[in-house]
């Protein structure tokens, strides 16, 4: 859980540097409202991504405290993001295509199979070690007691 917390919180770190970058740096010479939706959604990214910081944070220091709350949290928000990301990439499409759409070029919007459960073996895979420590926790599998004799399982931690 912490490993996964502290390369989760790097990687929302790289993409709100990022977004703070973009958001100064559309595209002006777009005519329309293109900057405008694009600097919108930008700043829902950096929203999305200083709360996967700040749930990172506590979701590391749960695991410390074995407090299952605080990994629960976490776990909720990647799954919660994960839905609210697939909704926001069709709005973002869809109000991109309805600023831009023209009788030459077809804008369609619509979901991507593959890289979407591509997305959401990501998703897992990061949500899983939450839930196993969540289920050891609860069974008194993983505790500070029980630590010294669990420690050679990378799971448990």
């Known amino acids: ?5 502290i390369v989760i919180g790097i990687l ?12 100064g740096n559309t595209n002006m010479s777009v005519a ?32 410390y405290t074995y407090n299952i ?14 839905v609210l990301g697939i ?4 709005e973002y499409c869809n109000d991109y295509c309805d600023t831009y759409n023209d009788d030459f070029y077809a ?5 991507n199979i593959p890289t979407l459960l591509a ?13 196993g420590f969540i289920i050891q926790v609860r069974k008194g ?3 500070r007691e029980t630590y010294p004799r669990e420690e050679f399982s990378c799971c448990c931690t």
């Open 141 to 143: 599998i993983m505790s």
């Open 12 to 23: 929302e770190a790289i993409l709100l540097i990022l977004a703070l970058v973009a958001v």
């Open 87 to 90: 909704f926001f990439s069709l």
């Open 107 to 111: 804008c369609t919007c619509g979901v």
């Open 32 to 63: 329309g409202d293109g900057p405008e939706i694009a600097s919108q959604y930008q700043k829902i990214e950096m929203i999305f991504s200083g709360i996967s910081i700040l749930l990172s944070t506590l979701a590391i220091a749960g695991a």
């Open 69 to 82: 709350i605080l990994v629960s949290l976490h776990a909720l928000w990647l799954v919660t993001a994960f």
């Open 119 to 131: 997305s959401g073996v990501v998703m897992c895979l990061f949500v899983y070690p939450h839930v």
């Open 1 to 5: 859980v912490i490993i996964v917390n």
